[in-house]
């Protein structure tokens, strides 16, 4: 393969726009909505329509000097690169971009996760001669159960403790409607509660065609109407005076984080869900073997790991250690 025309801060050069800058740049192109990938202040933003909505509502509308739609699987020629989004399964509207130029195929990933989720278009494997994956999750460690397992341990909890009030803590972009779905789909047909963090992103998701089913702002109702019911709140809430207000709640989070028992406990968190909206182990593995890939660039997590084991299947493999793209406030899970 000829030299990579993408540089190993995900420049693409010969047009000078960035992938998921961490600082303003003139062109940008966003792969979703989370604000380690997604910051305010670039020039020009292209992203596919839910990103850029998602954008607005979270950092305003003129959180950019110009954004440019683009949809799934139309590509776009931008100064003699190709681009083309195709969905990455992560959150609503989160892309892989693929990038063609001088017959070179490259493909970033993003967050990307490969497992059924009704609140995120679905993922798409593209081939490509070099790959740049994410790996939030890239140690054998993380092989994560099948959600609706973890749905049915906490509504078993629920039941078993009619007098308490379930608090799970998700992130607000992403996490929470899909946990709420989750419950959906395992026949959860009451109202859920919400912090009132999670307030706009619901309506926006339910807005573009997302049904969550009856949601409730927790801050209208009385302390005792919360025995029984489970309430969504962002992690932070899970120690403050916020969450005390409730009858002796029961503290979860849903994350793939905990299926670490270390960090269960120090979150204080009795009710650990693994419910990850990244690939794991497996799933990244066989994503790089998909692709038919024969150069990865590894980010944004346990590099070393997985670069040793796409070196061992005779792969060139190397971490990129973007600094930016260490685990944000928003999207480690």
């Known amino acids: 393969m000829a030299q990579p025309f993408l540089d190993r801060d995900l420049r693409v050069k010969p047009i000078n726009a960035w992938i998921d800058p961490p600082r303003p740049q003139g062109r940008a192109i966003i792969t979703h909505g989370h604000s380690d990938h997604a910051r305010p202040g670039h020039g020009a933003v292209l992203a596919t329509p839910d990103t850029i909505a998602i954008m607005q509502e979270r950092y305003g509308p003129d959180c950019a000097g110009s954004f440019q739609a683009l949809d799934y699987r139309t590509p776009l020629d931008v100064d003699g690169v190709t681009v083309t989004l195709y969905p990455a399964g992560h959150i609503l509207g989160s892309a892989q971009v693929l990038l063609e130029h001088e017959g070179q195929r490259i493909v970033v990933t993003g967050d990307y996760k490969r497992l059924p989720d009704r609140t995120a278009q679905a993922f798409e494997l593209v081939e490509c001669d070099l790959l740049v994956t994410e790996a939030t999750f890239g140690l054998p ?23 308490r009030a379930h608090v799970i803590g998700c992130y607000a972009l992403g996490k929470a409607q899909r946990m709420i779905s989750l419950l959906r789909e395992a026949g959860y047909d009451v109202p859920i509660y919400l912090h009132g963090a999670m307030l706009s992103l619901c309506a926006l998701y339910e807005e573009r065609g997302i049904a969550l089913g009856e949601l409730r702002h927790a801050l209208d109702v009385p302390k005792e109407q919360f025995a029984g019911q489970i309430v969504i709140a962002p992690p932070s809430a899970l120690k403050d005076r916020w969450s005390r207000r409730l009858p002796d709640p029961v503290l979860c989070m849903a994350s793939g984080w905990m299926s670490v028992k270390q960090r269960a406990r120090q979150s204080g968190v009795e009710l650990p869900l693994v419910i990850s909206d990244h690939a794991d182990w497996n799933e990244l593995r066989q994503t790089i073997a998909d ?3 024969h150069k990865i660039w590894v980010t944004h997590g346990a590099e070393e790991a997985l670069v040793y084991h796409c070196r061992q299947q005779g792969l060139e493999a190397e971490p990129l250690n973007i600094q930016a793209f260490e685990e944000g406030e928003e999207e480690g899970d």
């Open 291 to 293: 692709t038919g890939a």
């Open 141 to 163: 460690v993380f092989q994560h159960p099948d959600p609706q397992t973890e749905v049915v341990r906490l509504l078993r909890s629920v039941e078993a403790f009619p007098e």
